[in-house]
């Protein structure tokens, strides 16, 4: 189980440093296939998923990772649960949220099949 968990970890560290840098090139992380429910709007493949990180009307944001869970999925995937804070422009309030993944292996990489975001107000 560690391997699942430092797996898990070096995919959300790499994909929140990809996010906060150039949403764009998170790309290669999708496929036709893939799914985004954002806030509860879905998107569906690697274009419109795509499409709604880069206008999200913010330049900068700051993941700060409060937990992480990993467990193994069918065909050696990977299920990731992550909760934090976020830290929009300029703002000092950070706004808590959730996001899940799945991991489909490819070669000695992962893409992602499913990607849940929310934020959690309250």
Not at 63 to 67: E, G, K, L, V
């Given at each position: 189980?560690?391997?699942?968990?430092?797996?898990?970890?070096?995919?959300?560290?790499?994909?929140?440093?990809?996010?906060?840098?150039d949403r764009n090139n998170l790309?290669?992380?999708?496929?036709?296939?893939?799914?985004?429910t954002f806030e509860g709007a879905p998107f569906k493949?690697?274009?419109?998923?795509?499409?709604?990180?880069?206008?999200?009307?913010?330049?900068?944001v700051a993941?700060?990772?409060?937990?992480l869970d990993a467990q193994p999925s069918i065909n050696n995937g990977i299920i990731v649960m992550v909760t934090g804070e976020l830290l929009i422009d300029q703002e000092t309030n950070?706004?808590?949220f959730s996001q899940?993944?799945?991991?489909i292996p490819e070669g000695s990489t992962?893409?992602?099949?499913?990607?849940v975001f929310r934020l959690n107000y309250g």
């Open positions: 189980m560690s391997d699942l968990n430092n797996l898990a970890t070096q995919f959300v560290q790499y994909y929140y440093s990809v996010f906060q840098s790309k290669p992380l999708y496929r036709d296939d893939s799914m985004l493949g690697v274009n419109d998923i795509i499409g709604k990180l880069t206008s999200l009307p913010f330049q900068q993941h700060r990772i409060a937990t950070a706004t808590r899940a993944f799945q991991l992962y893409w992602v099949l499913n990607d």
